[in-house]
C-alpha cells in the first residue's frame, strides 16, 4: 500500500515538473520573441557574468538563491538570460556580488554641466499635444 501511495506522489511531482518546465519555455519563448538579436545577446551575456560572478564566490545555486531570495529555477532563469526576470531580483544579485555601483553608471547623467541644462530646458519646455475636438 505505502509503495502505491510513493508511485502516486512521484507521478504528481513528475507532472507538476513537467508542467513548469513547459510555462517556461512557453513564456521564455514568447519574451524572446520579441527582443532582437542583439538584446538577446546581452542578455546571455547578462546571465552568464552573473553565473561567472557566482562560481568565483564558490557560491552554491541554493545558497546564493536563498540570499537573492528567489528559487533556484529563477537563478537558473537569470543565469541563462531570460528577459521575463524582474530588475529588482537582478538589483539583489547584484548587491551580493558587490557590483550594485556598476549599474548606477549605465544611464548616466551627461558629464557637462552645460550639456545636462540644455537637455533639462529641452524636457521643460515640451508640452503634450492638445486632443482636437
Not at 561567472?52 to 537558473?76: K, M, N, Y
Request: glycine share 6%.
Amino acid at each position: 500500500m505505502w509503495k502505491e501511495i510513493i508511485q502516486i506522489i512521484d507521478c504528481i511531482i513528475s507532472i507538476r515538473e513537467l508542467q513548469y518546465d513547459l510555462s517556461f519555455i512557453l513564456t521564455h519563448k514568447d519574451a524572446m520573441e520579441m527582443l532582437t538579436d542583439k538584446q538577446k545577446q546581452s542578455l546571455l551575456n547578462l546571465g552568464l557574468r552573473l553565473k561567472t560572478s557566482r562560481l568565483e564566490r564558490d557560491d552554491p545555486q541554493r545558497e546564493f538563491a536563498f540570499r537573492i531570495g528567489v528559487s533556484i529555477p529563477t537563478l537558473h532563469k537569470m543565469e541563462h538570460g531570460n528577459p521575463n526576470v524582474a530588475i529588482g531580483t537582478w538589483v539583489k544579485a547584484l548587491d551580493i556580488l558587490n557590483k550594485l555601483d556598476e549599474l548606477e553608471g549605465l544611464i548616466a547623467p551627461q558629464k557637462s554641466l552645460a550639456e545636462r541644462y540644455e537637455v533639462q530646458k529641452g524636457i521643460q519646455g515640451r508640452q503634450r499635444v492638445r486632443k482636437r475636438k
